[in-house]
């Protein structure tokens, strides 16, 4: 249990379509950071968001997109879903200060996302 | 480009065997972490190693920070089925901002 709760867990969308997903942070947890993982592959970094602004991003294209909202929560937009979208997206918290000393964050269950 | 390969990708043992997983890179990173994933969550970290050369043991997994802070070990001594699991390496990019994640080793240890 980390705290850090994804909705949904399970989605099929078809191609061109475009998804939501939701992320509710770890309390007092304000840093959101989101993550793209294939079957087989290793987390990928879409972008980071701080404070309700976007603080980095990954080799994403425009068509990801994501917001914060004030009590620290975040969505994943993504347009014109395409097959190769199908993935697990996954949420993780953490607070800027924990830089220091490695990065600790705490990631969510993660939501499936199916392309067909 | 900051990359980490894990090696190997695919491990397959009996109980009570031992094993080393590899993470490598030709970067230099200022620190390295292990998560271990189960099918249908999220990474969980298992250990942060900060200091070149460090040693860190967690119960019977051994993890080793090489010297110039390239490259990283996990130990797992007398495995169990319950370590079966997809392990993966990871270190903060240049701007601190993400986390760089290896492919990952998937580990089955069966009775």
């Known amino acids: 249990e980390t705290g850090v709760t994804q909705s949904p867990t399970h989605l099929i969308k078809t191609r061109g379509q475009q998804v939501t997903l939701r992320c509710s942070s770890q309390?007092?947890?304000?840093?959101v950071s989101w993550y793209q993982q294939a079957l087989g592959q290793g987390p990928q970094f879409i972008f980071q968001?701080?404070?309700?602004?976007?603080?980095g991003r990954g080799n994403f294209p425009p068509r990801f997109s994501g917001l914060q909202f004030p009590n620290y929560s975040s969505e994943l937009n993504v347009n014109a879903l395409e097959l190769d979208d199908s993935a697990l997206y996954l949420c993780?918290?953490?607070?800027?200060?924990?830089?220091?000393?490695?990065?600790?964050?705490?990631f969510g269950e993660g939501s499936w996302l199916t392309v067909v | 480009t900051q990359l980490l390969e894990q090696s190997p990708q695919f491990l397959s043992i009996q109980e009570g065997e031992n094993l080393t997983v590899y993470c490598n890179s030709s970067?230099?990173?200022?620190?390295l972490q292990w998560y271990r994933q189960e099918p249908g969550e999220g990474p969980v970290l298992l250990v942060t190693?900060?200091?070149?050369?460090e040693v860190k043991k967690l119960k019977r997994l051994t993890f080793q920070f090489g010297d110039a802070r390239k490259d990283s070990s996990l130990h797992i001594t007398a495995a169990q089925p319950g370590d079966t699991g997809l392990y993966l390496c990871?270190?903060?990019?240049?701007?601190?901002?993400?986390?760089?994640f290896g492919k990952g080793t998937t580990l089955s240890v069966s009775s």
């Open positions: 993780a918290s953490s607070r800027p200060e924990d830089r220091a000393s490695g990065n600790t964050i705490y």
């Open positions: 309390s007092g947890h304000n840093t």
């Open positions: 968001y701080y404070r309700e602004e976007e603080n």
């Open positions: 970067s230099v990173f200022s620190s």
């Open positions: 190693v900060v200091t070149g050369g």
């Open positions: 990871a270190g903060p990019s240049q701007a601190g901002t993400a986390l760089i």
